[in-house]
C-alpha cells in the first residue's frame, strides 16, 4: 500500500540558516510528488511538484525539492530561512490506484527561530 | 489562476442542525473536486471525491447520509453535513483539479471552513 513519511514532526531552524524537511513514500510505480505549505487556519498553497521530469524542482519562495528514486526520498530543502516560513509543510503523494486522488504525509511543523 | 473559494469561513451552528458549506473554482472548471477534513495539528483526511453530475465517492468510514455532496456545475460543489454534532468540529477544505490537465497533476485547495457546533 502507499504511503507517505515524514521523519520529524517538527523542525526548528534559526533564521537564515538551512531548512531541511524530510519525506519519504513508497509506490510500486512513480508516482507525482508534491509540498504543500499551510499556515496557522488558512488553506494549502502548492510550494512545489514533481511529475516525471527533471528530478529537481525548483518552487516558490526559495524551496526546492529533489526526487531520488532510489531512496524513494523527496526531501524539501531551502537555503535560508525566513520567519514567515513558519508554517505546517505537507508532502503529498499521487494515489497508485487513482491518479486524481492524493495522500497526505503527517505534516513538519517548521518554527523559526528569530 | 486557479483559485477556489469555500463559504462560509467560519460556521457556528448548534447541535442538531445542519451546515451547508460551498466550494467555488473561481477562474477554472473542475469536473472533480474533493473534500478533506482536518482535526487540530493533523494531516488532511480525504472524506469524498465530488464528480460533477454523479454521485460522489466516500471514503472508508465517512457517512454519506450524514456528509452530503452536491456537484450541481462545473464550478460548485457543497458539503452539508446534516444533524451536527460536536464531533463534527473541524476544519473543512474542499479542492478541485483542473478541467483538461494531466491525471496525477496538482489539486488546488480552498482557505477552509472552520465549523464549530455546541
Redesign the interface.
Known amino acids: 500500500a502507499q504511503s507517505v513519511t515524514q521523519l520529524d514532526s517538527h523542525v526548528s531552524v534559526s533564521e537564515g540558516t538551512p531548512v531541511l524537511l524530510r519525506c519519504n513514500y513508497s509506490s510500486s510505480y512513480s508516482?507525482?510528488l508534491?509540498w504543500?505549505v499551510q499556515h496557522p487556519?488558512?488553506?494549502?498553497?502548492?510550494l512545489l511538484?514533481y511529475?516525471s521530469a527533471a528530478t529537481l524542482v525548483k518552487g516558490i519562495n526559495g524551496f526546492e525539492a529533489e526526487f531520488k528514486k532510489s531512496e524513494t526520498s523527496f526531501h524539501l530543502t531551502k537555503p535560508s530561512a525566513h520567519m514567515s516560513d513558519a508554517a505546517e509543510y505537507?508532502c503529498v503523494v499521487?494515489e497508485e490506484t487513482s491518479?486524481?486522488?492524493?495522500i497526505?504525509?503527517?505534516?513538519t511543523?517548521l518554527s523559526v527561530i528569530p | 489562476g486557479a483559485v477556489v473559494s469555500q463559504h462560509p469561513s467560519r460556521v457556528i451552528c448548534k447541535s442538531g442542525t445542519s451546515v451547508k458549506i460551498e466550494c467555488r473554482s473561481l477562474d477554472f472548471q473542475a469536473t472533480t473536486m474533493f473534500w478533506y477534513r482536518q482535526f487540530p495539528k493533523q494531516s488532511l483526511m480525504l472524506m469524498a471525491t465530488s464528480n460533477e453530475g454523479s454521485k460522489a465517492t466516500y471514503e472508508q468510514g465517512v457517512e454519506k447520509d450524514k456528509f452530503l455532496i452536491n456537484h450541481a456545475s462545473l464550478t460548485l460543489s457543497t458539503l452539508t453535513v446534516t444533524s451536527a454534532h460536536p464531533e463534527d468540529s473541524s476544519f473543512y477544505i474542499c479542492s478541485a483539479r483542473v478541467i483538461g490537465r494531466a491525471l496525477g497533476g496538482e489539486q488546488y485547495f480552498g482557505p477552509g471552513t472552520r465549523l464549530t457546533v455546541t
Open positions: 508516482p507525482s508534491f504543500y487556519n488558512k488553506g494549502l498553497q502548492l511538484k511529475t505537507f499521487s491518479y486524481d486522488k492524493v497526505f504525509g503527517p505534516g511543523s
